[in-house]
């Protein structure tokens, strides 16, 4: 059955790292504004995707991050885009099972990254690098959670067999006892036996000495 299990967790792990990690083009609202830029979607939660992402972020820079899975850079280097500091906006979402991670990138004087513009296949690339990240540290994750419940099962199987052992043990002690108490209650029924004949054939001896009624 164990060897089953991992072998089924492999081959999950197998399938799911090798999924195509696809960027396009999109527009997202972020905070009540509209921004364009491109996205990426995978099937990592929403919480561990908001997590990989914003550890993938302070590689290039001071994030912060606020609620609705916001995501803010805003001096991140990124030179494979831009010689300057990128001014980056990003939301983490999920919908149907499917989770997303959208970048807007702001170069600065009203210019930004977006499909046909100068730095998109660059962000594109940093965009799907991300991705492959993220599944490769979703693996570990679910490996580890893997490992930790069949720790948790072993431990667990190793405490009641302990238990069960110190239950036969107290059982045999208890047994031995027994055995022990039976044998001296033989030996107590037979010097009782012995004693109820005896005085048995005293009470016979002594009715038989009364003299009959006439």
């Known amino acids: 059955m164990k060897k089953v299990l991992i072998v089924a967790i492999l081959a999950w792990l197998a399938n ?5 990690q ?3 083009p999109g527009k ?18 929403e919480k561990y995707l ?9 590689q290039y820079g001071k994030v912060s991050s606020s609620r609705g899975g916001v995501y803010r850079a805003p001096s991140a280097n990124i ?12 939301q983490v979402s999920s919908k149907k ?6 970048i807007y ?4 004087n009203g210019s930004y990254v977006t499909q046909g513009t100068k730095g998109y296949a660059e962000a594109e690339s940093f965009l799907k690098k991300f991705a492959e990240d993220a599944i490769l540290y979703d693996d570990a994750r679910v490996a580890e959670e893997a490992m930790k419940e069949s720790e948790k099962s072993f431990s667990k199987l190793t405490r009641k067999g302990e238990s069960l052992k110190k239950d036969i043990e107290k059982t045999e002690k208890e047994l031995a006892n027994l055995k022990k108490d039976l044998e ?3 030996k107590d029924v037979a010097t009782s036996q012995t004693d109820l004949e005896t005085k048995k054939k005293v009470f016979e001896d002594a009715k038989a000495k009364i003299p009959a009624k006439q």
């Open 184 to 186: 001296i209650n033989q």
């Open 28 to 45: 997202q609202d972020i905070d009540k504004s509209t921004f364009e830029g491109l996205y990426v979607t995978t099937k990592i939660e």
């Open 79 to 90: 030179s494979s885009v831009s010689s300057s500091p990128i001014n980056l906006s990003s």
């Open 50 to 58: 908001g997590q990989y992402w914003e550890s993938y972020l302070k």
């Open 97 to 102: 099972g499917l989770s997303q991670v959208f």
């Open 105 to 108: 990138l702001d170069l600065g």
């Open 16 to 20: 799911y790292s090798t999924q195509a």
């Open 22 to 24: 696809t960027v396009l």
